[in-house]
């Protein structure tokens, strides 16, 4: 419910055809529980697939683990991958703090190749 990943999520939902002729689907993935995304995602219609790690397992696993926001404990940071259909990250950006938003351009540039 923050601002950023509100303007992101809008911006990548009015923005899906452009990676949908890229060939890519996009998954969004907040370590919030799948009952805050569903109402979070109706109230901005979002209509970007967001899956929960409330687990923060991907988290992990992607090593992008934002160690005490505000207090409130570890979460994950802002980032971006590209996963290629071979399973391979062909392209990966973690932002300087959670304020700041992935290079999309970077993001579809990797896609086109």
């Known amino acids: 419910f923050t601002g ?3 303007q992101e999520m809008c911006d990548i939902t009015s923005g899906l055809s452009a990676y949908a002729s890229l060939g890519a689907e996009v998954i969004a993935i907040s370590v919030d529980s799948p009952f805050a995304q569903e109402a979070w995602a109706k109230a901005n219609k979002i209509t970007v697939t967001i899956v929960s790690d409330l687990n923060k397992t991907a988290t992990k696993a992607y090593d992008v ?3 005490m926001l505000a207090g409130v404990g570890d979460t994950s940071a802002r980032a971006a991958f590209v996963i ?3 399973g ?3 392209y990966a950006e973690q932002t300087a703090t959670p304020k ?6 970077a993001v579809k540039a990797a896609l086109a190749q």
Do not use: E, I, R, S
């Open 100 to 105: 700041d938003l992935p290079n999309f351009a």
């Open 65 to 67: 683990v934002f160690p």
């Open 88 to 90: 391979v990250v062909k």
């Open 4 to 6: 950023v990943c509100t």
């Open 84 to 86: 290629g259909k071979d």
